[in-house]
């Protein structure tokens, strides 16, 4: 079980464009999702927590209304990267918690690559 | 705020040795520390620490660590080429749903 699929795995689009990813809890509900960016040789960094029907959580220095994270349902999340520019252009990165229940344990999606032209 | 170190930032090998890897953490409200392997794609999961002291084994792998120092240590012994990869640990904080704060990773290379 835990199994978390992201869509797509690889975009391309042109700058001012907007971008949406999905991430999907397969197998289990997940309370919590973690929506995370990687440059190319650097470690994950956390852009957002958000909570099933509530607000995301924003980490210092991600724009919220450039990285738009809706939390619809115990399964979805979704990102949205608006008016995309080439410096957005990374790997990104969802992980579903089942909270307590499972332990807090973060089970990773396989990652969207997005390129901004 | 929070912080993950980890050493050495890269690390290269021939098949057969063993290597340690090394992760330091200032996490406010620590709970658990995790291990991961990182290939071309998202990470997978290796290990969850939360007790010190208390080693934890998979096949080659092992993983201790220390509460007291805020230090954790992976191992791997008899290393194979398909070992390659970057190691990030992170520290998981105990409220906050759990959120997650990763060092910066080791790149290990194995050499056949």
């Known amino acids: 079980g835990a199994v978390v699929s992201q869509h797509p795995s690889r975009v391309i689009c042109k700058s001012g464009t907007s971008v949406k990813i999905e991430c999907r809890s397969l197998?289990?509900?997940?309370?919590?999702m973690f929506w995370y960016r990687q440059f190319p040789k650097q470690s994950l960094m956390l852009m957002a927590t958000?909570?099933?029907?509530?607000?995301?959580?924003?980490e210092q220095g991600v724009e919220k209304d450039k990285f738009l994270i809706n939390h619809a349902s115990l399964t979805l999340s979704t990102l949205t990267v608006t008016s995309a520019h080439p410096e957005d252009s990374s790997f990104y990165i969802c992980?579903?918690?089942?909270?307590?229940?499972?332990?807090?344990?973060?089970?990773f999606g396989p990652g969207t690559r997005l390129t901004v032209t | 705020e929070d912080k993950v170190v980890q050493s050495p930032l890269s690390l290269v090998v021939h098949e057969g040795d063993t290597v340690t890897l090394n992760c330091s953490y200032e996490v406010t409200n620590f709970r658990s520390l995790l291990w991961y392997k990182q290939e071309k794609k998202a990470p997978t999961f290796l290990f969850m620490l939360?007790?010190?002291?208390i080693e934890k084994k998979s096949g080659r792998l092992s993983s201790i660590l220390d509460k007291k120092e805020l230090f954790s240590i992976l191992n791997i012994t008899a290393t194979q080429t398909g070992d390659s990869a970057v190691y990030l640990c992170?520290?998981?904080?105990?409220?906050?749903?759990?959120?997650?704060?990763f060092g910066q990773g080791t790149i290990l290379t194995v050499h056949p």
């Open positions: 939360t007790s010190s002291g």
């Open positions: 958000s909570n099933e029907g509530s607000k995301a959580t924003y």
């Open positions: 992170a520290g998981a904080v105990g409220t906050s749903y759990g959120k997650l704060t």
């Open positions: 197998d289990f509900q997940a309370t919590t």
């Open positions: 992980s579903a918690s089942g909270g307590q229940l499972r332990g807090y344990e973060q089970y």
